[in-house]
């Protein structure tokens, strides 16, 4: 009898264990002309990351199966949990049960919404077992459809946006749900390409260097899909830079630079000045202030700036976070070349924001900064692991060869 019963157990084991999908991997490419990241989406077409973004949206075609989701369904309330500013807030009206759902797709870059149905699509991609592709996998997708003058200012061959922001309608939390696998995904955005993006947890890649990667609480802000991390202080190699208490920083991919809150902005730059010029007593070059290129305010004669493996040689920045650990950044992650012999700090002063105004955050990371990091989203712990790649290392070195 106990036999028998261990024999049920065991067998039931497996079967949940062949029952364990494995997660979804797509390959990340950088377009050039907006330095905005792509992931495939079908037949040839891409979706543009925002991580930012709550919903996943397109130009539906006719391959795309229409729902009848009602205006009053709970779904409907997710796709519209997060209206973007300037955007319509969703409303039933008074024919709650028959009205269909509307959505309101937002383009990340100029700011455009669209009204739009729900349509049913899919993903095709792979699973993966951490290391390499394992097979393709088509994913059920709900997409809110949008028109095709909201493609403006998007990468060619892209039809939509995929938000991988902390919204029930966003990528992450449907491929979690039609797959059954973790809300979670990870991101290695690449300056060259291509990077890797793995929804659903699992084995994280290159296990020698992310098993001991630290996190940071992954923080929620009222009214807003977007991620952010919190600070406790910014330094300039060994000097501290103040910031209001538990000061947010918002991870954005629709910039390609950083953007500062004054009352942060201006402390950094004097503290930046202040070291670039005591780095040649460290035997750095003089580095040559030159006229400043919109919207920068430091810009240096490439010639006068040394070179090391993070880039060019300028005093290194970190981002003291909760938790304990420090995300500093190199050259390489906040230096712009804006043209020929000409560099520039890419750090921006936001506009029109005070310090007291509680919904902007201190800090929004751009793109720049998040290339060539394994970033691990984890919503279900509300954590974010990020961990720098070595020098020798990038997001491309991902095996995308399917074993045979
Ligand atoms: C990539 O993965 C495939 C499939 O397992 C394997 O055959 C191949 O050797 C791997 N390539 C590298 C460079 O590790």
Redesign the pocket.
Known sequence: MARLLLLVLATSLVALASCQRLPVLAPVTKDPATSLYTIPFHQGASLVLDIAGPLVWSTCQRGDLPTDIPCSSPTCLLANAYPAPGCPASSCGSDRHHKPCKAYPYNPVTGACAAGSLARTTLVASTTNG???VSEVNVRVLAACAPRKLLASLPRGSTGVAGLGGSGLALPAQVASTQKVDNKFLLCLPSGGPGVAIFGGGPLPWPQLTRSMPYTPLVTKGGSPAHYISVKAIQVEDTRVSVSERALVMLSTRLPYAMLRRDVYRPLVDAFTKALAAQPANGAPVARAVKPVAPFELCYDTKSLGNNPGGYWVPNVGLALDGGSDWWMTGKNFMVDVKPGTACVGFVEMKGVDAGAGRAPAVILGGAQLEELVLDFDMEKKRLGFLRLPHYMDCSRF??????
Do not use: E, I, V
């Not at 095996?399 to 045979?404: E, G, I, K, L, P």
């Open positions: 290391n390499y592709p095996n995308f060869t399917r074993s045979a």
